[in-house]
């Protein structure tokens, strides 16, 4: 079973729906993260989240809002979908920079693809 | 803010060596992280430098200049599995963990 669970994996929705992408994850990590992918733009950051009381912003979180259920759930929302937020969105984890067992690694999920019509 | 410049294609065959640039201005540094992403994956981790100099990893290499704002991602003996995206990332005190990554750069192996 993958460490960072994204669902639903392939979504197709239409304009002005609500959408709602969910990420849990078992590694116990403490920080999560919500990034889109767009061809030719690289991975951006939309927001993130240093613990389970902690919410960011990050470069393009305009359209969108998350919500940290918990320490391992971390969810993306789009309150009203619009064609240019068709991407394909990573969920990811890490430790603490500098804490104990910091490898430097963020852990990512395989990806939401969602199409906004 | 952050200004993370890197070149977005590159091309190569199989068996040489390739070098991966990656130039960055950030407020504040605290390290530099690399990542690999094939198409239509997730990124991978590759390396994170805090330190001037080379590290070694296998056929995988990164550089890091603190004072140039520069890095670079040195592949050897090339291998078609090694086209991919590559992602490289400063770290900054205010953000942390909380990566910007740069457009990244395309390569593609041929044989």
């Known amino acids: 079973d993958a460490d960072v669970t994204q669902t639903p994996r392939n979504r197709i929705t239409k304009t002005g729906k609500r959408i709602m992408l969910e990420c849990s994850q078992t590694?116990?990590?403490?920080?999560m993260y919500w990034y889109r992918q767009d061809p030719g733009l690289g991975l951006r950051l939309i927001y993130y989240?240093?613990?389970?009381?902690?919410?960011n912003k990050g470069e393009i979180s305009d359209g969108y809002s998350v919500s940290r259920q918990a320490q391992a759930k971390f969810s993306l929302s789009l309150e009203s979908a619009i064609p240019n937020q068709t991407a394909l969105y990573f969920c990811?984890?890490?430790?603490?920079?500098?804490?104990?067992?910091?490898?430097?690694?963020?852990?990512f999920g395989e990806g939401s693809r969602l199409t906004v019509l | 803010g952050q200004n993370i410049d890197q070149p977005t294609e590159m091309t190569a065959t199989e068996g040489a060596i390739v070098q991966i640039n990656c130039t960055y201005q950030?407020?504040?540094?605290?390290?530099l992280f690399w990542y690999q992403q094939h198409a239509g994956e997730a990124p991978t981790f590759l390396s994170y430098?805090?330190?001037?100099g080379l590290e070694e990893k296998g056929r995988f290499s990164s550089f890091l200049s603190r004072s140039k704002g520069y890095s670079y991602l040195l592949l050897k003996e090339l291998q078609m599995k090694d086209s991919a995206s590559y992602l490289c990332?400063?770290?900054?005190?205010?953000?942390?963990?909380?990566?910007?990554f740069g457009k990244g750069t395309t390569l593609s192996v041929s044989s």
């Open positions: 990811a984890t890490s430790d603490p920079e500098g804490g104990i067992g910091f490898t430097g690694e963020l852990f």
């Open positions: 590694k116990g990590h403490d920080r």
């Open positions: 989240s240093f613990d389970v009381k902690d919410i």
């Open positions: 950030t407020s504040g540094f605290n390290g």
């Open positions: 430098n805090v330190l001037d």
């Open positions: 990332a400063p770290v900054t005190p205010q953000a942390g963990t909380a990566l910007i």
